[in-house]
């Protein structure tokens, strides 16, 4: 095995189907190419959560499906976002000695798992392994978990909405990820508007995960702009809802909800400012939007801990460092978002 110099060519030589997926903001796909090329330190890792890489591997025998298994990996990044060098190699090491002997178990039970004891691995929450066992059927052809029936038939509303308590959220998450069969995009477009709060939000964090349908995120949409109008809603409530929009297309109409949001105290509060930094990157690079998302963030209820934990995982991402960097030296902050800085930074910082 000493010709075999990573691990997408071990794992590619191997005969056995792989896939990666991203676990950090929401799931979502990697390519191999792209896997390939990350550990490779061609390209700097594209989808960076507190400074790490969250990957899971999936591997399994087209033959056998039963033979599988699946690595959740959390690996630093440097400054410029590349895989640690020393972590890299460590990593490759263990996995090319381990993943061989599983590859080449026939089955073997007995076989060690490729990660034991591994010092990059992670364990999911509950929310995201349910999502990803429902990718993870769709991908390998088997079918959905035994609630994802009882779910279609709740969401349908066929016998109305009220009896939520007995859903399973994996079933929820089957539904989500399976949008695209059996008419489900159709059936979820028409219940959101008639959806308890906690259905509803179970919804959302599943949401995330996807990128909705036309008339999924109008309907996602509405009635967002139906719950601000009440002002009603806790902020848990606002925060799924956030989530549940937060990977549409429509760019303008989500900012325009984003601003509105930001524009409340919703914003002040923990678990809001958290979704808006963690699942709306890219509506951040607005400034319109930045300019009033850091200012309460200066001054929400999470404290100064909070706004240089979040300051510090958004400067990670290249394409925010410059904009906020230049929000911070723009004459129009606050005296709270000065402070804020200050105490992050050095006051020296905010003079410049």
């Known amino acids: 095995m000493s010709e075999i110099t990573s691990l997408t060519e071990l794992l590619r030589n191997s005969g056995a189907q792989l896939r990666f997926f991203d676990m950090g903001r929401r799931i979502s796909k990697l390519s191999t190419e792209q896997f390939a090329k990350i550990e490779n330190q061609q390209i700097p890792y594209p989808l960076p959560y507190l400074h790490h890489a969250w990957l899971a591997l999936m591997l399994w025998n087209p033959k056998d499906k039963a033979q599988g298994v699946v690595w959740f990996l959390k690996l630093p990044l440097d400054e410029q976002g590349f895989l640690v060098q020393a972590v890299r190699d460590d990593l490759l090491n263990r996995l090319l000695q381990n993943a061989s002997n599983l590859l080449n178990s026939g089955g073997d039970t007995d076989t060690p798992d490729a990660l034991k004891d591994n010092p990059f691995s992670f364990k999911p929450d509950q929310e995201k392994m349910a999502v990803f066992h429902a990718y993870s ?11 994802y029936r009882p779910a279609q038939n709740y969401f349908s509303g066929a016998d109305g909405f009220s009896d939520w308590q007995s859903l399973g959220f994996q079933g929820i998450a089957d539904l989500v990820v399976r949008h695209q069969q059996e008419s489900n995009s159709a059936m979820l477009t028409k219940a959101i508007p008639f959806l308890p709060d906690v259905p509803f939000e179970a919804l959302c964090t599943c949401l995330e995960n996807i990128e909705p349908e036309h008339g999924l995120y109008e309907a996602l949409c509405t009635r967002a702009e139906q719950t601000l109008q009440r002002g009603q809603a806790n902020s848990n409530h606002i925060a799924a809802l956030i989530r549940g929009l ?9 900012l325009s909800l984003l601003q509105q949001i930001v524009g409340s105290d919703y914003a002040l509060e923990p678990e809001v400012i958290a979704a808006i930094a963690t699942r709306c990157t890219e509506s951040l690079q607005h400034p319109e939007l930045l300019q009033p998302f850091l200012e309460k963030l200066a001054a929400g209820k999470a404290g100064q801990t909070g706004f ?10 290249p394409a925010l460092r410059a904009l906020i960097l230049m929000q911070f030296r723009g004459q129009q902050r606050s005296e709270t978002l000065s402070q804020a800085i200050g105490e992050m930074f050095g006051q020296s910082f905010t003079t410049h």
């Open 137 to 147: 059927t769709l991908v390998t052809a088997e079918p959905p978990s035994s609630f």
């Open 246 to 254: 937060s990977n549409g297309r429509d760019q303008g109409r989500k």
């Open 308 to 317: 240089s934990r979040i300051l510090s995982d958004l400067m990670f991402l």
